[in-house]
């Protein structure tokens, strides 16, 4: 049986059609819906990605902002069989889950959500830019899992993201592969709706992707965009629908999600990677050896070898002109997410 979630999800593309048909596509060629591949959710940034698990009947994805705060979509914490909003209680928080395994996991003690937000109502356009709640846990579990940072996305990033000096990234936990973390490189900003509130894009996203983020790999930073909560369907095809993290941002978001990131300490900048020696890693060694093959300086059967991918890591280096030191680092993982078609 379809839990409650996945059944608002599918009405997402019938409501919201009416809502976006009409929008022109921004400029641009749209990325057709491309594979999804497997990270180690136990390597940042993935690892500050997690399952918000809700009451035994289903899951979304949601985010650190901080060290006890998550961000996700609002409707995934909607019982639609008894007809009310769980309580905090009944939901819990998973970080770096893959296959059954967590070693980073916290209760949630409170939450915060939109008031506008009516279930009842559907996946209207204006439900889906206040579809967001603040998860607030028990435990500080961002030390160990790393969080990230927040990022608006205006005019000029948006260009940037078109030129190609940006990438646009979404991970999350989706029907069919719920316990293994994937990550689609394929995404473009489509257009907006509801004035800059809402972002359309082209990721290639399904149930359970709810409440996942829209992470901007630029300038040396990894920080989210926006907030998956629909899927829509323009008059070119179906397209994915978030709303703008802006929302949250002081002195230009709504008085609610501004108090709301506030209070579960979201920040403006980069976020933070985990410590070295804890239970996650800081450094995401098992999607650089897979951007690597892609590119085809490691082959598959060498990802275990650390001289080949020490070579491999100088050899991609030197054809961008960096210094080649072999490393693996955040900054080689987004000049490699910049150099995959």
Not at 96 to 108: E, F, K, T
Not at 185 to 199: D, K, S, T
Not at 250 to 259: E, F, M, N, Y
Request: hydrophobic share 45%.
């Amino acid at each position: 049986m379809r839990s409650p979630t996945a059944r608002w999800a599918c009405a997402a593309a019938l409501a919201v059609a009416v809502a976006l048909a009409g929008l022109p596509l921004a400029a641009g060629r749209a990325a057709e819906p491309g594979a999804r591949f497997e990270v180690n959710a136990m390597e940042y940034p993935w690892s500050a990605i997690g399952r918000v698990n809700v009451g035994g009947r289903g899951h979304c994805t949601g985010f650190l902002i901080g060290e006890r705060a998550v961000l996700t979509a609002a409707h995934c914490l909607y019982d639609a069989v008894e007809g009310r909003w769980r309580g905090p209680g009944e939901i819990h928080f998973v970080a770096g889950y893959q296959r059954d395994a967590y070693l980073i996991h916290s209760p949630v003690h409170d939450y915060a959500r939109d008031r506008r937000f009516d279930y009842a109502a559907g996946a209207t356009a204006d439900n889906a830019v206040a579809d967001w709640a603040v998860l607030y846990l028990a435990e500080s579990i961002g030390r160990q899992a790393g969080w990230l940072g927040l990022r608006r996305l205006d005019d000029q990033l948006a260009a940037r993201l078109r030129r190609g000096e940006a990438r646009l990234v979404q991970a999350g936990y989706r029907k069919g592969r719920s316990h293994i973390m994937s990550v689609n490189l394929g995404c473009r900003v489509l257009n907006y709706f509801r004035g800059e509130a809402g972002i359309l894009h082209s990721c290639h996203l399904a149930k359970g992707d709810s409440g996942s983020p829209l992470i901007v790999f630029a300038d040396g930073e990894i920080r989210v965009a926006g907030l998956h909560v629909l899927n829509a369907r323009s008059k070119s095809g179906e397209h994915a629908g978030a709303l703008s993290v802006a929302l949250f941002q002081p002195d230009r978001g709504t008085a609610q999600a501004v108090a709301a990131a506030h209070r579960g300490g979201a920040t403006w900048a980069n976020g933070r990677a985990p410590a070295p020696g804890g239970p996650a890693e800081p450094v995401p060694q098992l999607t650089v050896n897979t951007l690597l093959a892609a590119l085809d300086l490691l082959p598959p059967t060498a990802a275990d070898d650390p001289a080949a991918r020490k070579a491999a890591i100088s050899a991609f280096q030197m054809t961008i002109g960096v210094p080649a030191t072999g490393a693996v680092s955040l900054d080689l993982l987004e000049r490699l997410i910049l150099a995959v078609p």
